[in-house]
């Protein structure tokens, strides 16, 4: 990456202001495309429209107030080096602070709330798992993510990761922590796990989620709002209620000449020219959500004709192998659904109390608590208050989900797809140790509860070629946003991944004389490699030069005691995070002064 390229202010692309910019989604890609277009691409944002299904926009990143209590479906993990989404951040105003940004905000709250937990997996009815921070694996293990990683996605192309594994495996410290943070299965894709495994270490000080970054408010008032806000302001069309079903393609399947929706019951055709851009997200994780609440079980929507954007790319598809295999994706959604919950308790503050005594956390800043014991394989964290601007002084909120939903839970004997909120909660008290304050928890809350049948369809095994590119072979107008996009070397189920697919496709259709923001190159950093050999094989302290007899090839790659010297003596810059001087050591950190060290 040439970083004086990518700080550079390019010159407006030739003829940008007598084109259109078509966005098909309202969710953080196409909020970004739109950010990208006018401010590095200088299109006039009257030039701009972005059509959206639902009545308001933010797609997954949602957030807001029923009649009885908050609801949000999902909780991004978000993190330093996704480089796009801070890059979009520092272009939007904040709407609380004058003359400061969206990522000033998020660097300001996080200095002050560092995230940090002790209480990262919990077994045995409320007690914290006091082994979880050994990773220390048997050597088939290791040998086993060694090839995993080492591969070509050609050679991993339709894998599952449990053809890699036995079982006992996924038993292991630190597949219980990489999992349940990011709901990967044993069935999902071994490309993606290869991805995630090289994108991030997950090896330093990941048990404790030090390193991962979240907002003052719930992500849709602390970035959707503002983004939206700014693009008002500078005169982006918005229309919502428009359904977009498929588009309209030259005989080579190359250039866009319409775009075909449903609005209010009729059928519309929006012409498309040649120097007209279209831009369409291929689906969302959340698309066909069902809610339900402390009575009423969340259905699961199991509909294949309404699919939301998943029906754009589905048409697409028929017309050019180049357009992926969504079926690969969309097809199996018992294997890809999952219940979050999100609970709104309102004047009893002993239950979060209780929590935080448990976890030594406050509110917000001890992350998730995964369920080692749990059926359901459940998670669960307490929010920092106010998570909404709005949010009333007695009121107060988490969230959580179940993984594996199919199975029948510890306590309520029913599978979790089948509970209520309130069932749902009473199973949780029942793995926090706090039954006895069942009936007042209750009394005093409300449940929202979501059912996702696509949530994590994106992680389903793949090959090369099942998603498409951000702007596919031949095409003129046409670019792809979303999670369900090729993009090299990143990953899915992430904020960034979004946002990187509108600032590629802005760049790319556009010729925009400017770098793209590389990935993170963290797979490449010798540093990690070694911290990865030294918690996978339990080893205290410094790598000597004696002990690289002992550890195989595929474990650590050749170096010279030089190289050694430099490992041992500098700390890997992913433990470091917003708030600390990052020339002091952890053990020395006045921020947490008693957690115990990984060296």
């Not at 998670?379 to 969230?399: L, M, N, R, T």
């Not at 993009?487 to 979004?498: K, M, P, Y």
């Not at 797979?523 to 918690?535: A, F, P, S, T, W």
Request: hydrophobic share 35%; proline share 5%; with cysteine.
């Amino acid at each position: 990456m040439n970083i004086y390229k990518t700080m550079y202010h390019p010159h407006k692309p030739a003829g940008i202001d007598d084109r259109k910019a078509n966005i098909i989604g309202g969710g953080i890609a196409g909020l970004a495309t739109a950010a990208f277009l006018i401010d590095d691409a200088k299109m006039p944002a009257r030039n701009i429209t972005i059509y959206e299904k639902k009545p308001v926009m933010g797609g997954s990143m949602d957030g807001t107030k029923g009649n009885e209590g908050y609801l949000c479906r999902a909780e991004r993990e978000l993190e330093p080096y996704m480089e796009c989404l801070w890059y979009l951040c520092s272009k939007i105003p904040s709407l609380e602070n004058e003359g400061r940004t969206v990522l000033d905000d998020v660097v300001d709250f996080n200095r002050d709330e560092p995230i940090h937990t002790e209480a990262r997996v919990i077994v045995n009815q409320g007690e914290i798992d006091g082994q979880y921070h050994n990773y220390k694996m048997p050597q088939r293990y290791v040998t086993a993510m060694a090839k995993i990683v080492s591969s070509t996605e050609e050679e991993l192309a339709d894998k599952r990761i449990d053809e890699f594994f036995d079982k006992d495996f996924f038993k292991t410290n630190f597949w219980t922590c990489f999992h349940s943070q990011l709901a990967f299965k044993h069935y999902h894709s071994a490309i993606e796990c290869r991805r995630y495994w090289q994108r991030f270490t997950f090896i330093n000080r990941h048990e404790y989620l030090e390193g991962f970054i979240h907002t003052k408010y719930n992500e849709y008032d602390a970035i959707i709002l503002p983004i939206e806000r700014w693009l008002i302001d500078h005169g982006v069309h918005f229309v919502n209620n428009f359904s977009v079903y498929d588009l309209t393609l030259d005989t080579k399947n190359d250039t866009v000449e319409a775009i075909l929706a449903h609005q209010n019951g009729q059928d519309v055709t929006i012409p498309v020219s040649n120097k007209d851009l279209v831009f369409v997200t291929s689906g969302s994780i959340s698309e066909n959500s069902c809610f339900g609440d402390n009575h009423n079980v969340a259905k699961t929507n199991t509909d294949t004709e309404d699919m939301g954007t998943f029906t754009i790319w589905k048409n697409l598809a028929k017309k050019d192998d180049k357009f992926g295999h969504p079926d690969k994706f969309l097809g199996q959604i018992d294997q890809t659904k999952w219940i979050s919950f999100f609970p709104t308790v309102k004047g009893y503050p002993e239950f979060f109390r209780r929590i935080e005594e448990l976890s030594g956390s406050k509110a917000g800043t001890g992350g998730l608590m995964t369920f080692k014991d749990s059926n359901w394989d459940m998670s669960f964290e307490i929010h920092h208050k106010p998570f909404f601007p709005y949010q009333a002084d007695d009121e107060e909120v988490g969230w959580g989900y179940g993984l594996y939903g199919e199975n029948v839970g510890n306590y309520i004997k029913k599978r979790m797809w089948d509970c209520t909120g309130d069932e749902i909660m009473t199973e949780l008290l029942y793995h926090l140790g706090m039954l006895d304050i069942k009936d007042e928890v209750l009394k005093h809350t409300y449940m929202s509860t979501a059912m996702m049948p696509y949530a994590t369809s994106q992680f389903m095994p793949r090959k090369l070629g099942d998603r498409p590119k951000v702007v596919p072979d031949g095409c003129t107008n046409l670019a792809f946003l979303g999670q369900f996009v090729e993009v090299d070397d990143d990953v899915v189920f992430t904020v960034e991944t979004s946002v990187r697919t509108g600032l590629e496709s802005v760049y790319e259709l556009l010729d925009v004389d400017k770098d793209v923001l590389e990935v993170n190159p963290s797979r490449y950093d010798i540093r990690y490699l070694l911290e990865r050999v030294k918690r996978f094989n339990g080893i205290k302290g410094k790598i000597t030069p004696d002990m690289l007899p002992q550890l195989t090839p595929d474990q650590l790659p050749a170096v010279t005691q030089e190289l050694l010297h430099y490992v041992n003596n500098i700390p890997p810059y992913y433990t470091m995070y917003l708030g600390r001087d990052k020339t002091v050591p952890y053990k020395e950190s006045i921020l947490h002064p008693k957690a115990p060290h990984s060296k």
